[in-house]
């Protein structure tokens, strides 16, 4: 309501129109922006206003309101947030130029460059902002002028802000959409830039229009325990009497859940109980304090260990520091508690607005006066996104990748061993090798052939982990056209960079349209860690490789042949066949441990020979040897030079110093293969190879 009351206030003062010296329509903008900034010059922003309301004067809203006071809401909305002058004297401009006869040329003369280069920003995102055909243009514009200040987006989302506020007055349909595309990716943005003021809010409008009755039953619930008057109240009081003694100075305040946060709590754990409407948020001064704090709590309450996480020892990938952890006093009551600085809280509350100007060269005397400034508003999700936003061949492909990318909770650092050890990578969390390898290397990763993580050969659909080290290994250059990604690779890849490279390789290289598969139906991070890693290769389908088998089925000329994998049988070997379902016959050498159990339990075998001709083959081997670094790489370039392509590959994990690694290839001729094995066998550390022959047989 505080927020109706401050729009009416400045709808009012707008109808007055300007005065000299401060117009009374920023009075209460002022008043905002000085508690902040105490010293700041508000000059600027008289003029802005000047400009603003003069050039908006005879326009009016779809409610009915001044045009003005739209830019004074998002300007205010910006000023409690802690944000500089500058930007909010662009939020005062934003619509000017798009919207009236004001010149770019003349914001950039009146107000400098920063300025000019904010409303820029922001004016080319309005053009096209509520077109759904011309959506995903818009947001890629957002972020490319995002990338070179944040800011852009800050005015952005405080414009969206109180456009949801104002949505009542637009058909449902139009509400319907511009909801859904702020639950997509405006949350999510909000959310990776830490503006949590925001976002909840954002959330609120949202789950209001796409979900009315679950909305109304939140407000039920609030209504049902109000947070000033439960036991939440008594253990506070019990909390600052507890700080109070231990001599800690600290504000011991109830932070009450915002809608979407209630919703979210009843659907987990069904009936809530009083205290779990809101939460204690304790503020000290120094990080040293908030681990005094929870000290305190957990020596003369009872801790709830399981919810204690260190968010100041590891913050978020959005800035976030806090520590959380849950308490219960005397009765049984478990009150949640967030525990941090004054500081952590503001850019907890306001992300990178909190942290002004990104260009701003630090005074002197302030920390890293002497050394280079980096940018802490560019996280390393954003250098991530402004890096494949370029490389997405279609609006539609950015526009799903971008929704998919946003998803993503959390990130990771990996340290890359390959040149310098401090090399470190910023993945998404659940990101596999593949990511990593993409991330490293770019398009050169389609040569990559196996990686290493913590001292250890991994499958490259391994799951990385924070503080991982990892070692990649790439095939040499002088084998074109042996390796390349497979269909596998597009499956555990969870970044858009990476799933980009991969698709267009496989649609340049095989021809076939590959479909981008919905984020629901793509493989879990959980379930990427297979034991098995599928090395880059052309892949081959169950079709092409019956028809390239060169095996004659006698009493059935036509039936389809597949070649067995446990034992992959090849020119001139003897071989006997077995029906299987769908009247396939499986090709196995008759040396093979799954003929004999096969045999055992009766199974009839079917009359197979090679074809006259027959010299392509695909052939399993073993290699054993002993461990030592570049061991994969160099195995993978001896069978390059072979002439051979890896279909498949698996590292076993090493034994008394001793590894096995597994390969599946693919021969141009069956004759190869002896010349192949021996070049493996030459390999230092290698002390035999053999052909695969598996205990079981592949049905």
Known sequence: MSAVRSIRKLSRAALRGPRPGLPDAIEHL??????????????????AYVLAESSHR???????????THPLAVTLILAQLGAET?????????????DTEVTLEQVHREFGEEVGYLVDGVTKLEKVDYGAAAEPETFRKMLVATGDDVRVMSIKLADRLHNMRTLGVMRPEKQDRIARVTRDVLIPLAERLGVQTLKRELEDLVFAILHPQEHARAQELVGQHPVGEGPLVGIAGEVRRVLRQAGIDARVLIRPRHLVSVHRIHRKRGELGPCEMGRLLILVEEDADCYAVLGELHTCFTPLISEFKDFIATPKFNLYQSLHTAVADGQGQVAEV??????????????????GNPHRAPEPGEEGAEEERADPTRPGWLS?????????????????ELRDDLAQDGEITVYCLETDPTQTLHLPAGATCVDAAYARHGLEAHRCVGAQVNGRLTALSAV????????????????????????EWLERARTPRARIAIRKWLEDNHGVELEEPDASSRTPASAAASPSTTAPARPVSPSVAEEESGVRVE????????????????????????AVRGGTVTVHRQSCRAVAQMSAEGRSTVAVSWQDGASGCRVTLHAEAFGRPRLLADLTETIAVQGAAVVAADVEPPREQRVRHTYTLRLADAAE?????????????????????AAFPEL
């Open 30 to 47: 002022a008043q905002a922006h000085r508690r902040h900034h105490p010293h700041a010059d508000l000059g600027a922003l008289s003029r």
């Open 58 to 68: 005879g326009q009016t809203r779809k409610s009915g309101e001044p045009y003005i």
């Open 86 to 98: 500058t930007t909010l004297t662009a939020s005062l401009l934003h619509d000017t130029v798009e």
């Open 338 to 355: 967030l525990v941090r600085t004054a500081q952590m809280h503001k850019v907890a509350e306001a992300g990178v607005i909190a942290l």
């Open 384 to 400: 991530r996104l402004l890096d494949w936003q370029s490389q997405a061949p279609d609006p539609d492909t950015f526009w799903s």
């Open 464 to 487: 990385l982990h924070d503080g991982d080290t990892l070692r990649l290994f790439l095939a040499p250059k002088t084998a074109p056209g042996s390796y390349g990604p497979s269909p």
């Open 555 to 578: 009493e059935r000329p036509e039936a389809p042949v597949r070649l067995a994998r446990c034992c992959t049988p090849v020119p001139p070997d003897p071989v006997l066949g077995f």
């Open 673 to 693: 293969l002896p010349a192949l094995m021996r070049a493996m066998r030459d390999v230092p550390g290698v002390f035999d190879v053999s052909r695969g022959a």
